[in-house]
């Protein structure tokens, strides 16, 4: 957008008044296709002297880009396109069919006042020539907007020669330059990048061209864009133009401030914090992980999928869903049991940029246990293992979609150990045999697992 804007003003000339042409509105009793046409014949005759009329394609591609609705245009529509385009005046017109009539109203509308400067209209008869008609108004309109384009000419020249620059916005000022590079000597340096000055204010990276008035439309359009990534850009006070002016940030222009809203526009920002990247509303993610249980002393391993919900959209925390499993590498009485957990939970995430952000998750849920152990040194088996219930926090960073995190999960379930007691019975000497008993017992079982584990989001 700016680089058009750029461009609009570039081509200019230095003393053109510029004008902008919409297509007419399509009122009552008549189809906007026919509108259109008679509107492309107004275009052709209406050429003011002193004027520069914006080229028709140039219009279309702002109005289609900002969505804008001829039919339901207000006054800060026409702000916002008057400082778009860099045009003072926009013309805007009505057609009706009453009576197998065309009757045609057209306004020449001052954007930075919202006043009509001009107007005028015209009729005939539906079957008639309507080409003639169109010829004569504007013809006739573009007389009568030439006085009015005097006196805007007298305070552009009372401008550029440094005399009532200050003219509230009621006038137009013609932008002189939209992009100025500071290369001329060591005061003045070319900027690429946001500037930082003593550590708090930031400058926007380019002059943007010089205004009559404070162009909130356009500024508040580099916000909504999140431009070098923030969207509290704005006019500097007087004491911080000063300060940029002593670093050596200015070209020779007069400056925009907020005491003093004409000039080049330059814009600052002291926000601490540059604006956060958005979260993906949803994601799907698979992990895959190694580490130990209890403590290392036995190596565990585990896999799963998440899927992340985002029901907040001013905020970037997530509902999470997440089905795996976690197991161990080898089994004895001491080893803890393998189970498959299905947790719920929520995801925060921070994006320090577009590629790299960090995130927390804490899943809380049931699981279903996978095996048991056994010990053939004695008869000692843990069996019928109950559902339990895992909770799990999970910290890590993630590069795009590649994620690597830190994961602990701690699960516990109910289940029965069987013990099998021998002992061995002798007499005077003589073996009689060994004797055993069984022994069953109801028990908790917990495991504790760190895992490290690598992901991909899709």
């Not at 570039?10 to 009122?27: D, E, K, M, P, Y």
């Not at 005097?150 to 003219?167: A, H, L, P, R, Y």
């Not at 070319?190 to 404070?214: A, H, I, N, Q, W």
């Amino acid at each position: 957008m700016l680089w058009l804007i750029a461009m609009l003003v570039l081509t200019s000339s230095a003393f053109a008044q510029r004008i902008a042409v919409l297509n007419f509105n399509a009122r009552s009793g008549v189809t906007q296709v026919e509108v259109d046409g008679l509107s492309s014949i107004f275009n052709t005759y209406f050429a003011p002297k002193g004027a520069e009329i914006v080229e028709r394609t140039s219009v279309d591609k702002i109005l289609q880009e900002q969505k804008f609705q001829n039919s339901r245009f207000t006054n800060t529509d026409m702000v916002a396109l008057g400082e778009m385009l860099n045009v003072s005046l926009i013309v805007v017109g009505d057609v009706n069919v009453v009576m197998e009539q065309y009757n045609i109203d057209v306004r020449v509308v001052n954007v930075q006042t919202g006043t009509i400067v001009a107007k005028d209209g015209a009729s005939c008869s539906k079957g008639g020539s309507y080409r003639d008609m169109m010829r004569e108004l504007g013809e006739r309109l573009s007389k009568s907007l030439e006085l009015e384009i005097e006196k805007f000419q007298i305070t552009s020249d009372k401008n550029s020669n440094g005399n009532n620059n200050n003219n509230n916005g009621k006038e137009s000022v013609l932008p002189k330059n939209m992009t100025t590079k500071i290369t001329e000597d060591n005061s003045k340096r070319e900027r690429t990048d946001v500037v930082v000055l003593e550590g708090f204010l930031k400058l926007y990276p380019e002059d943007l061209g010089e205004f009559s008035r404070e162009p909130n439309q356009l500024i508040k359009q580099i916000n909504q864009q999140k431009r070098y990534g923030y969207n509290s850009w704005r006019l500097p006070t007087q004491e911080e133009l000063d300060l940029i002016r002593s670093n050596g940030y200015l070209s020779g222009n007069k400056y925009m401030t907020k005491e003093d809203p004409s000039g080049v526009l330059m814009l600052v920002t002291t926000e601490k914090q540059k604006v956060h990247y958005p979260i993906a509303k949803q994601e799907i993610s698979i992990h895959a992980g190694i580490g130990g249980g209890e403590f290392f002393e036995y190596l565990g391993f585990s896999a799963g999928i998440k899927y992340k919900y985002k029901p907040f959209e001013k905020y970037n925390i997530r509902l999470l869903g997440e089905i795996g499993s976690e197991f161990v590498a080898e089994s004895n009485p001491y080893a803890p049991f393998s189970v498959l957990p299905i947790l719920v939970g929520v995801n925060y995430e921070h994006k320090f940029n577009q590629n790299w952000s960090v995130f927390a998750d804490i899943g809380l849920g049931p699981n279903i246990p996978l095996s048991g152990s056994r010990s053939d040194m004695y008869y000692y088996e843990i069996s019928d293992y109950q559902i339990g219930f895992t909770l799990s926090p999970e910290i890590g960073f993630a590069y795009n979609e590649f994620l690597f995190s830190i994961k602990y999960s701690f699960s516990s379930n109910g289940h029965t150990e069987h013990f099998r007691y021998y002992y061995y019975d002798y007499y005077y000497g003589d073996y009689y045999g060994d004797y055993y008993y069984d022994d069953y017992d109801s028990d908790t079982r917990h495991s504790n697992y760190l895992l490290f584990r690598l992901g991909y989001r899709f």
